[in-house]
């Protein structure tokens, strides 16, 4: 499935700490790119939460599980990029995806 580049970076949280993970650059219903200061290695499983743009949704954030699966250098070599999988994302989740690509995502 194609990702989805986004007009603005989200905040995205881990949710069981309360840090921020990073910001959210692309996204499916199937998985996502953050870019961040810290290297998240692969393997790492996370509750992740992104707060959503109030504008667009009654909902104030999204919540899911998420799998870091690859990480690298940004461009900007003071930032890092991590692709996530999605596995198990629920119908409700999926609707706040969709609508968020539709309203926020670049049209390529």
């Not at 290695?41 to 992740?48: E, K, W």
């Not at 104030?60 to 990480?71: D, G, H, M, N, Q």
Request: net charge negative.
């Amino acid at each position: 499935m194609k990702r989805r580049h986004l007009f603005y970076y989200l905040e995205v949280y881990d949710a069981d700490t309360g840090s921020q993970v990073g910001n959210l650059v692309d996204i499916t219903t199937k998985g996502c790119k953050l870019v961040s200061r810290k290297a998240i290695s692969p393997g790492q499983d996370m509750t992740l939460r992104i707060v959503l743009p109030d504008d667009y949704y009654a909902e104030k954030e999204l919540v899911f599980e998420a799998r870091s699966i690859w990480s690298d250098n940004d461009i900007n070599p003071d930032f890092y990029d991590t692709g996530f999988e999605v596995p198990h994302l629920g119908l409700e989740e999926r609707k706040v995806i969709r609508r968020l690509i539709e309203r926020v995502g670049f049209n390529d």
